[in-house]
């Protein structure tokens, strides 16, 4: 049964589902189910036997997923599951008085005892008391009547890509390769079902609400009590998979098995990619050569990925600054700090959401290097990647420089402040807050895709990097920048953190931060993308003549920042990642204000369809996370 086809009004205030609908259908799925028993031409006798003795019918559910969306439910919530167990025990109730209706009309399964059958203990004896009274009474026509099997190809096929089963959505938007009878192949669209609903309603699906929730967003947590609510309601079995990630302590292992033995479930399926099945990016021990030996001791510092995207820009609302013919609202706080004094502005743009997209400092005394930051910022702040902002934000309060007391809005309570860039994201994290952008999770596209939250230290062994000498004489720069180095699984060599030794004004520190986080990115668009943005940075009275990287021949830069940015591009295009223009090689990025976000891939096998290993379990069957393939089942 396709719940989604009972959902009335999705995606308003009034949704509702349809109960008096489901009482219907589920007395004619029974009578149908019977009868398909003794119509199947049984391949052997004793199978004949085995299924008239006992009546044996399996009613389900499909779409679970998608309805709890388009009544506005998360599958992780509490409402969520109170909706969930209220379908599946109403589907019990009048599945089972309708077997009984049929026992009084055809006679009951001829194994049917009726003292066995309630006694203590069995499933029938937990039913209400006045279903108990009528198969006391008549019997009942089936033994078995409740299960919910895999329903991928059904699901894809007659409910037109809604969840599968009782599991949540497997994913919104997904590209599928379809064979054509001349050999050549088609790539479709494939979209989920309620993700489709919501489209045609008007929807923006470039910022979906936080109750679209996909397998890729859950909690191992989350699967387990969906199924603890389930189960008491269905008197055969469950196909529910946890899909968990390549990095999953053993540990938590034994706790979600112990857990549903303890909740009485009858199995549990676990499904984690591993080296044998095509896991794309593994821990970093697996990357290390005799070069390298990078300390795993912190999990935050493992080289790892959970979700591959096929491009991380598309998580951006805007490329660029939007232009806004009549002007945006924007708020100002001023800094008195001994680096100097300087103002900050956040500008935000308002449709729904309140979206802040821009922070700019001002000021004569503003610290060199502050407006860096903030361009680099304010390139984070478009993306719907709420997470990202935040982690970045994080990162730079602890930059150090030199330390003051900061009266904090909105009360003027004073806190000691690290220095100058910690002030500045210190109220950029405010004014977010305020303006409630961290109140909703929101996409995760950009912290999906970090190969680790925090950088790898090196043990005795040291590892790979790459340095260059800058000096502007202009303003007094005279340092060494350090490019750190990881070996990818692949053989192939990746920034992944930049620092600076010298002399150099300390707000440099909180950029090189800024930039080594974006070099954590799988996605090298990403961080060819920031440093382009640098390359136009200007200082006043700034500009110096330096060697063009890869050349004898020199230039005017316009500034330190600018030349730093021109140094990490070259050594990128000296790699292989990134063109000298800092693009990635016949790649094609999204288009400023684009609103679609990136679909994810999840590690797994390789796919006979696509060839990305991207196949894992759902539902119990092989599914493609990157093309839709759904292969063998069971």
């Not at 019977?34 to 391949?43: C, R």
């Not at 223009?581 to 094609?588: F, I, K, M, P």
Request: proline letters at 6%.
């Amino acid at each position: 049964m396709n719940l989604t086809k009972l959902v009335r009004e999705p995606f308003t205030p009034k949704a509702w589902f349809d109960f008096d609908k489901l009482e219907e259908v589920v007395p004619v799925l029974v009578r149908m189910l019977d009868n398909v028993l003794d119509l199947t031409p049984w391949p052997l006798p004793e199978q004949k036997r085995e299924a008239q003795a006992k009546r044996r019918i399996g009613i389900g559910i499909t779409g679970l997923g998608d309805a709890l969306i388009m009544l506005g439910l998360k599958y992780s919530s509490a409402e969520g599951r109170e909706f969930a167990r209220q379908v599946m025990e109403r589907i019990r109730d009048v599945a089972y008085l309708a077997s009984v209706e049929l026992a009084k009309e055809r006679g009951a399964f001829s194994l049917f005892d009726a003292e066995k059958y309630l006694e203590e203990g069995t499933f029938a004896s937990r039913l209400p008391a006045d279903i108990m009274q009528e198969i006391w009474k008549h019997g009942i026509r089936n033994s078995h009547l409740l299960s919910l099997a895999p329903t991928g190809t059904g699901s894809l096929t007659f409910g037109n890509n809604c969840s599968s089963g009782c599991e949540p959505v497997f994913d919104f938007v997904q590209k599928r390769r379809i064979r054509q009878a001349d050999g050549s192949w088609q790539e479709v669209e494939l979209v989920d079902y309620a993700h489709l609903v919501y489209r045609e309603m008007g929807g923006d699906t470039g910022n979906l609400p936080e109750y679209f929730e996909s397998v890729a967003t859950l909690k191992a947590d989350d699967h387990i009590r969906m199924l603890e609510v389930l189960a008491p309601y269905v008197d055969a079995a469950i196909s529910k998979t946890v899909n968990v990630p390549v990095d999953y302590p053993f540990e938590d292992f034994k706790d979600l098995y112990r857990r549903a033995w303890e909740s009485g479930l009858k199995g549990l399926t676990t499904y984690r990619p591993n080296d044998e099945i095509g896991a794309v990016l593994i821990s970093s021990s697996d990357a290390r050569k005799q070069t390298e030996d990078l300390d795993e001791s912190d999990p935050d510092r493992r080289l790892k990925l959970a979700v591959v995207p096929e491009t991380v820009l598309k998580s951006m609302r805007w490329l660029d600054r939007p232009h806004m013919v009549d002007g945006n609202p924007s708020h100002t706080y001023m800094v008195e700090s001994p680096e100097g004094d300087f103002a900050v502005q956040i500008g935000h743009f308002v449709n729904g959401d309140v979206h802040p997209f821009e922070v700019w400092v001002n000021g004569s005394e503003c610290p060199r290097g502050l407006g860096a930051i903030a361009k680099t910022l304010s390139a984070d702040m478009r993306s719907y990647d709420r997470g990202w902002l935040k982690l970045k934000l994080e990162a730079l309060q602890k930059c150090r420089g030199e330390p003051f007391e900061m009266p904090m809005p909105p009360d003027g309570k004073t806190k000691t402040m690290p220095g100058a860039v910690a002030a500045l994201t210190w109220l950029v994290a405010y004014h977010c807050a305020k303006i409630g952008w961290f109140d909703k999770e929101g996409d995760n596209t950009l912290t999906s895709a970090m190969m680790f939250r925090k950088e790898p230290k090196t043990g005795t062994g040291g590892t790979l990097s790459w340095t260059v000498d800058v000096r502007n004489p202009a303003m007094g720069d005279d340092f060494v920048l350090f490019v750190k180095e990881l070996e990818m699984p692949d053989g192939t060599r990746r920034p992944y953190s930049v620092w600076l030794a010298g002399e150099y004004p300390k707000t440099f520190d909180g950029l090189c931060k800024l930039l080594s986080i974006d070099m954590r990115i799988v996605d090298p668009a990403w961080i060819g993308m920031k440093l382009r943005k640098l390359l136009t940075y200007k200082e006043p009275q700034g500009d110096f003549l330096a060697k063009v990287p890869g050349s004898e021949k020199q230039q005017n830069f316009s500034s330190t920042v600018a030349y730093i940015a021109r140094l990490l591009l070259h050594r990128y295009a000296q790699l292989g990642i990134l063109d000298e223009e800092g693009r990635v090689s016949g790649s094609e990025e999204p288009e400023a204000f684009a609103d679609e976000t990136t679909t994810h891939r999840v590690v797994g096998r390789e796919c006979p369809e696509c060839g990305v290993k991207a196949v894992i379990k759902y539902n119990g069957c092989d599914k493609c996370k990157n093309c839709g393939y759904t292969g063998s089942c069971g």
